[in-house]
């Protein structure tokens, strides 16, 4: 899937737009420097909206104009005197279609894609409470909503999120005798045995190729208390925290319990080996869901919270894309407007059936709970954790995890990960 997520993950991704248990609508008195325009007189104003397309193959099945078409339908029949117009780019080109727009001065109303902070730099956006309800800025997930702030106020509003859960392949474990998931690593690694003596040849899938090797790292830090930086934003890539968690994996791999040759191996290829019934466990996200409901796993497998090593993680690796309003052209009462209706309307759910992508707001997840599939994902959003992407370092860190992390579990971790560790510190 094309998602491409906050902290330079691909995702994608998966899962959706965002349901917010509040009340919609009235946009109430124009924010400063915006248009009165319909609110005031009944005067017709357009929005001008640029978004990225989800869709696998944007140029075959439109998913992404046919997506937001229908939200456009709806919102203009309670509000006919506001028309949006919506150009929907590939992933692929969005980000340069864009900058030769505020290039050539042809900036547009609204923008949802990956990243918000050069706008914010160069002035261009309206501030959050400018365009968003008091309603819809208080459901939204605070430590997803506090990545969208620069120097303490808030440009950026979360669009989309995307998390990861542990998946496991039911027939397998029923085969292996394993009653429940792991939740502890003795658990997973007392598993993944059973399941290498029952035959599986990949255990435990994974990933430590280039596609997304700083997502199955940081989870397995994450297991162990660990992370890319600390608290205060210090970097710890070679804490004895993370230096354990890999001395761990590594032992999983040492023993034959993984896939063989991690760090070659990308994500897609291990989530198309789960889907075929060749792995028993895969940490994954929403966005693996249709890839597994298309393959030999279709109805077999199940989702649980990733096993940290005395317990089930109570966060995850959080993920998520963005929407924004630039202020040249005003109209920002009709823009709260249509935040107002996206917002607290049905687009999330059409955006998790389609896409796997997941909410942003404290409603959405609760509107979502009985999706038995998506729970162990909504119940650790809340509390994500995230890559040190407002980090400037943090871009050369991502490469150089991915292209050097397979080595902690073929070599020494405590030098691989001292190595990362002055890549981060510039020495």
């Known amino acids: 899937m094309n998602i491409k997520l906050v902290g330079g993950a691909a995702l994608g991704l998966a899962t959706m737009l965002v349901l917010s248990s509040c009340g919609g609508g009235d946009a109430g008195t124009p924010a400063e420097g915006g248009s009165t325009g319909a609110a005031a007189g009944g005067e017709q104003v357009t929005l ?6 989800y869709g696998d193959n944007p140029t075959a099945d439109n998913a992404g104009t046919k997506f937001w078409k229908s939200v456009v339908d709806g919102f203009q029949a309670a509000n006919p005197n506001i028309k949006v117009e919506v150009q929907v780019i590939s992933w692929n080109d969005i980000d340069k279609q864009v900058a030769t727009m505020v290039q050539n001065g042809q900036v547009p109303d609204i923008l949802q894609t990956g990243d918000y902070s050069g706008f914010v730099k160069d002035g261009l956006l309206y501030k959050a409470d400018e365009v968003l309800s008091p309603e819809v800025s208080k459901d939204m997930l605070t430590k997803f909503a506090d990545f969208g702030k620069v120097d303490g106020t808030a440009y950026g509003i979360p669009f989309v999120s995307s998390a990861r859960a542990l998946f496991y392949n039911k027939e397998l474990f029923e085969k292996a005798k394993i009653t429940e998931p792991p939740k502890t690593w003795d658990e997973l690694k007392a598993a993944a045995e059973k399941l290498k003596a029952a035959g599986v040849s990949q255990p435990f899938g994974l990933p430590l190729g280039q596609e997304e090797a700083q997502g199955e790292s940081f989870l ?38 993984t896939t063989p040759n991690p760090g070659t191996k990308d994500r897609k290829t291990v989530w198309e080996d789960f889907a075929a019934g060749k792995v028993g466990m895969v940490n994954g996200g929403p966005m693996s869901i249709p890839i597994f409901d298309k393959g030999a796993v279709n109805g077999k497998y199940a989702v649980a919270p990733i096993a940290g ?25 009709e823009i709260k407007k249509f935040f107002d209706y996206f917002y607290t309307g049905d687009a999330t759910q059409k955006i998790v059936d389609n896409y796997k992508l997941l909410p942003v707001t404290n409603g ?36 150089a995890i991915k292209q050097t992390i397979g080595g902690a579990v073929k070599d020494d971790p405590a030098k691989v990960l001292g190595d990362l560790q002055k890549v981060a510190e510039g020495s």
Do not use: R
């Open 48 to 53: 001008k909206m640029v978004a990225a397309d």
């Open 220 to 257: 397995w830090m994450l297991g162990n208390g660990g992370g890319y930086t600390d608290a205060s934003g210090k970097w710890t890539v070679n804490s004895p925290a993370n230096v354990e968690a890999f001395q761990y994996v590594k032992g999983l791999v040492d023993a034959g319990l």
């Open 309 to 333: 090593k005395t317990g089930p993680l109570d966060t995850t690796l959080g993920v998520m894309d963005w929407i924004m309003a630039f202020n040249k052209n005003g109209h920002a009462a």
């Open 364 to 399: 959405g997840i609760e509107k979502l709970s009985g999706d038995e599939k998506l729970k162990p994902f909504l119940d650790a959003l809340p509390n994500a954790s995230f890559y040190p992407f407002k980090d400037p370092k943090w871009s050369e860190v991502n490469t």
